[in-house]
């Protein structure tokens, strides 16, 4: 069924990534960094299913060849920074419901994308990828790399920063509310634009970006592993980092059904006919006699007449 997976991702100098090495993998191309002079070639890959550069709609009718050419776009992006600790590109990585045709998930990340761009004036530089085949791989991993630049797009090139790199206070002086903000609106954004999508596939699954909590379902999310030790293990190694992540989500998990079964009270056992006719004898009779506790006093006959019901069980 179809799942929610969202996942924002930063390339810059601080932590010593390359947005070209990162274009060229995700678009599976040949691409030479300028500002470094390596080369980064994944022209053998044969899972790219799709690719294309979005740009901001107000630029359709304008030559924008600098900006539709991958490489020119990503070396753009590199050289228009100098400081040491800035950030280059965002990426959002989505997972695709595999439920959708090839066509549908096109359409579908197509859609976003321009969402994106329209709403911060940045490219997007999409790349969809089929599940890869390899021992324990997911054949449901249809996915979807939304590499982002920083800076809006001009005619002439990469311009100011968006406002998605803005600083809080920056943003109060404008009027804006705080960057985390923009996070939660995409992945709202994200889950209505795959729904409707699901929907007019005709398909009844849906995704939801709220926490489990706020959907109301009272179990332990699945354990998080580190892309670190997920690929130490998928190349056969053992990983203690894993393995403790593991350990720990199934301590929370037996926590949780501890305290549920702490709180949840016994199930009786079903009584006998027998044994129900009885009970209700007995609380028809200490119903009657608080009744008669507040009211008068009945006469002695009456009074007798009452007593000789309640044995019945009248």
């Known amino acids: ?17 390359s947005a070209v090495s990162a274009a060229a993998y995700r678009a599976g191309e040949r691409i030479r960094d300028e500002r470094t002079g390596k080369i980064s070639d994944h022209s053998d890959r044969q899972d790219v299913l799709h690719k294309e550069i979005l740009l901001p709609s107000r630029f359709a009718a304008d030559d924008m060849v600098w900006a539709r050419e991958r490489a020119n776009l990503w070396n753009a992006a590199e050289g228009a920074e100098n400081r040491k600790d800035a950030r280059v590109a965002r990426e959002y990585l989505v997972a695709l419901p595999i439920e959708l045709s090839a066509a549908a998930r096109i359409g579908l990340v197509s859609g976003f994308s321009r969402e994106l761009v329209e709403r911060y004036g940045f490219a997007v530089d999409v790349a969809i990828h089929a599940p890869r085949d390899y021992p324990g791989s997911d054949p449901r991993n249809f996915h979807a790399h939304l590499l982002a630049t920083t800076r809006e797009v001009t005619l002439a090139g990469l311009g100011a920063k ?134 008068p006093e009945a006469a002695p006959a009456e009074s007798a007449k009452r007593t000789r019901n309640h044995d019945y069980g009248l």
């Not at 069924?1 to 990534?17: Q, V």
């Not at 926590?255 to 549920?260: D, F, I, N, V, W």
């Open 1 to 17: 069924m179809a799942i929610y997976f969202l996942n924002l991702k930063t390339f810059g100098r601080s932590n010593n990534s």
């Open 162 to 295: 968006t406002t998605l790199e803005w600083s809080d206070a920056k943003r109060r002086e404008t009027g804006m509310g705080p960057a985390v903000a923009e996070l939660l609106h995409v992945r709202e954004r994200w889950a209505i634009a795959a729904n409707t999508a699901l929907e007019q596939a005709q398909v009844s699954s849906r995704i939801d970006h709220r926490t489990l909590r706020a959907q109301g379902i009272d179990r332990e999310p699945g354990p998080q592993i580190p892309r670190a030790a997920y690929e130490m293990e998928r190349h056969g190694y053992h990983s203690v980092v894993a393995e403790r992540i593991r350990a720990e989500h199934q301590a929370r998990v037996g926590a949780r059904l501890e305290r549920a079964a702490q709180t949840t009270p016994p199930v009786a056992e079903p009584e006998s006919p027998e044994e129900i006719q009885k009970q209700s004898i007995e609380d028809w009779r200490r119903y009657r006699q608080a009744q008669l506790q507040v009211q």
